[in-house]
């Protein structure tokens, strides 16, 4: 089955800095794919080039099997939604639709128009004088009336209040249901990927950390409390992401792929997936900052 | 594409529609007036073609050099108001984000959107010009001096060259400044630069000049010239070739030996009565040297500095082609966090546009709240 998006060491940077490096990953087809990280991660860099709207430094990168913007065919197959859903101020609800029909072959007219009667968006008003949450629905709206089999959204709901989050959210899971159409959504805020997304790609300083089903995550990461020197113990196999250690106590987030940790004399608990985001964010955040604990973190590998 | 140029064109060209309705009734309205005060001053009984000019530069100078100026000053309006934001308003407001990811490859978009408005800017110069042309042909067919610096560039078909070139240089500009005040001021700037460095370092050059001597005679001295003579020798101000473009500023007599002419030689003819020393003069059997480019090489240069500018906005659409793809759209939405990787550069994050704040929330992936120290031992 061919892959969603498929990177092989793709690399972007502007000017000296760079925003992705070296990413290799494989999003599936057909999923709801979270695409975490802290602001400057890289991700909406990712999201770009994958829509053909950002050339890559160097690296490949598929979308669908092709090349993200190659032509006309390629960009009907993929909807992007950017940041900040970008609409014309100027123009009418009505008129973005016309907008859509002109500028897509595939355009869904019919979808369109029911969503925006669904919604209760008023045809005539000027996008500018719709709210933010209207304004992305609008803009979520023209990207899934153009057909596409990926959506690929950036930051959709990071300007809007909890309700229309939740309002956003919920059509987006409509439209999954729908139309059967993959998804690959960025967001920095994890609660928001929670709810909807079955895969999770991690990305932070322009590097994947981790990328998987989130079940499968879920069940390979654990919480390990113990005594001291219970780091010292695991099994190989076993990788710390997060180490903390009190005089006494140490407590480890480790992901364990292969259920190596079976076979140690720690508790092992699940952990939820915001430790696990977060312990694998710390890790990569390196020495910055760091906890000042009184004892140096010697499980930091 | 068509539609939607057309609806984000609309504003700006309804606003251009109506400043340039207003040029036009002036228009005319002057050519209207041109026309009863041409039918009153020529060929009327007992009225002489200095009479004719006379009237006619006392009434309507002013008004001919304004709309003259008015021809040049249109295309580069159109330019900063109509190509200057084509571009850089959708930067700015990112909807580039939005228009891109729709199937319509960038190229084809620019491609429509410039053209429509290249092809209205000319279109709107061209009817201007044209109207004009037809105002002043009464004041340019008794005045002459359709090379002179506000004539020349404001009649032919240099104006609809002129308009071609300033919406591609806004487009441009507009492309690589990414804001649109600044793409406008810059086209503004660079078009009337041009408009100052074209006719005094271009235009004269577009051929060898003919540099020619003649016997003077009582019609050597132009309109509005005159003869002087003095200690350094004697000169005629303003030398008179009709229809031509004169290069020199005025021209030294000679006298038959091809030597400069000093004011004793020509103190016998000075009277004080100008036609009767003019025609004195005339018969002492002196010349004159001027270089200028003849009547017949008008049209010539009119196409050749139509080309030019067609092929300049060639080369500007070409060059915002190029750009085009290369446009990192980022208006900076995944911008590097501060104290990055690299932390060996406070200057870093330059390359991000200036007046961007950096926003960074930075809160949710905070170390985790640190575990109590152990306060006792």
Known sequence: MT????????????????????????????????????NGAGKSTLLGIAAGLITPTSGEIEVLGGRPGQDTAQLARVGFVAQDTPVYGGLTVAEHLRLGAGLNPGWDAEL??????RLGLDPARRAAKLSGGQRAQLALTLAAAKRPELLLLDEPVAALDPLARRDFLRGLMEFVAELGVGVVLSSHVLADLERVCDHLVLLA????????????????HYRVVGPRGCADALPAGVDVVQAEHTARQSTLVV???????????????????EDMVLAHLTRAAGAAPAPTTEEPLEARR | MIWLTWRLFRGPALAGTAALAALAAYLVVLGLRLRDTHAEVVGCAGCTADDARGAMENGYFVAVQLSGFALVVVPALLGAFWGAPLVARELEAGTHRLVWAQSVTRGRWLAVRLGVVVLAGVLATGLVGLLLGWA????????????????????GVVPLGYAAFAVALGATLGLLARRTLPAMALTLAVFLGLQFLVPTLVRPHLRPPVTETFAFGAFSVGPGGGFSAGPRGARVEAVSLPGAWVLSDGAALHNAAGEPVTSSEVDVCMTGEFRR????IGGLNLSYTVSYHPAARYWPFQWIEFGGYLLLAALLTALSFVRLRRVA??????????????????????WLDQDQPMVLQFSWMLPRPQPKPSTHR
């Open chain 2, 277 to 280: 020393d003019m025609e004195c």
């Open chain 1, 112 to 117: 369109a128009r029911q969503r925006i009667a």
């Open chain 2, 329 to 350: 759209w980022t208006t900076l939405l995944d911008a590097e966090p501060p104290g990055s990787s690299t932390g060996d550069d406070p200057g870093g994050s330059r």
């Open chain 1, 205 to 220: 300083e322009s590097r994947v950390l981790l990328a998987g089903d989130t079940e499968e995550l879920l069940a390979t």
């Open chain 1, 3 to 38: 892959a969603a998006i498929r990177t092989e060491r793709l690399t972007k940077r502007y000017g000296r800095h760079p925003a992705l490096t070296d990413v290799t990953v494989t999003v599936p087809t057909g999923r709801v794919v979270g695409l975490v990280g802290p």
């Open chain 1, 255 to 273: 992901h364990d792929p292969g259920g190596a940790l079976l076979r140690s004399p720690c508790d092992a608990e699940p952990v939820g997936l």
């Open chain 2, 136 to 155: 002043v042909a009464p004041y340019d067919e008794v005045m002459g001096g359709r090379f002179e610096t506000v004539v020349f560039p404001s009649r």
